[in-house]
């Protein structure tokens, strides 16, 4: 199954946003047992990519890469913590598409899973500049955007309104798996905010896909201002993406209050562990699950708890896994 659902959906994209699967659709969802009171289903996007990384971004990238063509760009220039993920995504596919990465990290704690992420980063062939405090990195953009000959620059994590296409995509797909009886409609779908797009196009696709499905979104990350109103102006700038292209929907009202985002599960700030998050990376991996203490254990730590205070009623939930080590 190569062609997205997007284009399924929406006859007029298919000229004018283009697309390549990085990965294999549908993502498997199965029951988690971490002990919850509430029923609660994964979703596994730490299976999508077929590339040498897997997770979330690779859902952005699948939109991000073609309009980098679309554009000319030969060269994408973004940023990142020195653990990024979405650094290390951009450089292995971008380079199957020709495409090189330069990347401007900001300093984050230093931990084994870091340094290893490091050593992927410098065996990628991203070019990378240590640029050190996020105020550094800001005014050393510029530079790097003529150093590199103007490059198509993203912002942290993708999380521009093509990156967010990636999870309108995905909310398309998981009503897609409610209809087929794959899992029940969950009331609630939990996910980590580290840049918002993963939020932001999930909170467009539902409401598209005819789910009544909640995002509840864990913010990991105090670098960038991140709470409902930021999200839903993306989901909003995503939805005018889609119409400028030519897809053709009545346009949805999407409020603040249509999601839930805490920042209770942050701790000392990104890239912080903490004990709740240790705590439910180690019952996830009783379960079969491998999480990490940056984004997705600090999203099951806050599931766990909002559960224990009755907050998802009958629900069921559902867990989005978005961490994809190869
Ligand atoms: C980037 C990332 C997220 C957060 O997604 P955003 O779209 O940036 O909010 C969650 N989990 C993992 C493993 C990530 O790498």
């Not at 992927?120 to 953009?141: H, I, Q």
């Not at 999870?167 to 009886?181: K, N, T």
């Not at 932001?200 to 909640?214: D, H, P």
């Not at 984004?295 to 205070?309: C, E, F, I, R, S």
């Amino acid at each position: 199954m190569s062609k997205p659902l997007l284009h399924q959906r929406f006859p007029a994209l298919v000229e004018t946003l283009g697309f390549r699967r990085l990965g294999t659709a549908p993502t498997p969802i199965h029951a988690l047992d971490v002990g919850t009171g509430v029923p609660l289903w994964c979703k596994d996007d730490g299976t999508y990519g077929d590339g040498g990384w897997g997770g979330n971004k690779i859902r952005k990238l699948e939109w991000l890469l073609p309009e980098a063509h679309r554009r000319g760009k030969r060269t994408i220039l973004t940023v990142g913590g020195t653990g990024t993920n979405w650094g290390l995504a951009t450089a292995l596919y971008g380079r199957d598409e020709d495409i090189d990465t330069v990347l401007a990290l900001i300093d984050q704690p230093l931990d084994d899973h870091v340094r290893e992420q490091l050593s992927r980063l410098e065996n990628s062939g991203a070019t990378l500049y240590f640029t050190g405090t996020k105020a550094r990195t800001v005014r050393t953009v510029p530079w790097l955007l003529l150093r590199h000959r103007l490059p198509y620059f993203l912002p942290a994590g993708g999380s521009s309104p093509i990156g967010a296409l990636g999870y309108v995509e995905a909310a398309y797909e998981l009503a897609e798996q409610v209809a087929a009886g794959a899992v029940p409609e969950p009331s609630h779908l939990v996910t980590a905010v580290g840049s918002g797009g993963t939020a932001a196009g999930l909170v467009l696709g539902l409401r598209l896909a005819g789910l009544r499905t909640r995002v509840v979104g864990v913010v990991v990350n105090d670098a960038l201002p991140l709470d409902a109103p930021r999200i839903v102006r993306l989901a909003d700038r995503t939805q005018r993406l889609l119409r400028s292209r030519g897809a053709r929907f009545e346009p949805v009202e999407l409020r603040p209050s249509d999601l839930t985002i805490t920042k209770d599960w942050l701790g000392p700030g990104y890239g912080h562990s903490t004990p709740a998050a240790r705590e439910a990376e180690a019952l996830a991996a009783e379960d079969g699950l491998r999480l990490e203490t940056v984004y997705t254990a600090k999203a099951l730590a806050a599931l766990l708890h909002l559960d224990t205070a009755g907050e998802f009623g009958a629900g069921p939930v559902l867990f989005l896994n978005t961490y994809g080590p190869r």
